[in-house]
């Protein structure tokens, strides 16, 4: 049911920073940037096979205790993940296509409350084309 980690999403405070750390000391390849404005707010870096490293400006989407917003695990089947999460009583949120065009669903897991989303890659997906994503959120 689950393939892999998807990705990690890191909150930073300086783009630029993360960019030249992770890409241009460790060789890490950007492969789609968020953005929201016209203004780049994040990006997806490339961390082996199908696995990123996704980064958003700590100041443009809700902020969060830690610096790790989130993990994401990948499927090649949302709709049996949903199920098995409703079987063991984990409420989820709707499922969606978010902006990266691939399709989505968050749960909290216990004890922790920590902030769990699943994808299942689209042919359009940013992750598969590179396309930029523009968000909207609030």
């Excluded at 890490?28 to 994040?42: A, L, M, N, Q």
């Excluded at 993990?71 to 902006?99: N, R, S």
């Excluded at 997906?125 to 968000?135: L, N």
């Amino acid at each position: 049911m689950i393939k892999q980690l998807a990705h990690v999403c890191i909150g930073c405070t300086d783009l630029d920073a993360a960019t030249r750390f992770y890409c241009d000391c460790l060789g890490f390849t950007r492969v789609f940037d968020f953005v929201k404005d016209e203004k780049t707010i994040g990006f997806y870096l490339g961390a082996g096979g199908n696995t990123y490293i996704e980064f958003f400006k700590a100041d443009s989407v809700p902020d969060t205790a830690s610096p790790i917003r989130h993990l994401c695990l990948e499927t090649d089947d949302i709709d049996a993940v949903i199920a098995q999460l409703h079987k063991y009583g984990y409420h989820t949120g709707p499922k969606k296509v978010g902006g990266d065009q691939s399709w989505q669903v968050w749960v909290s897991d216990a004890p922790d409350h920590v902030k769990i989303e699943f994808h299942q890659y689209t042919d359009q997906s940013s992750q598969r084309t590179g396309k930029t994503c523009y968000v909207n959120w609030k």
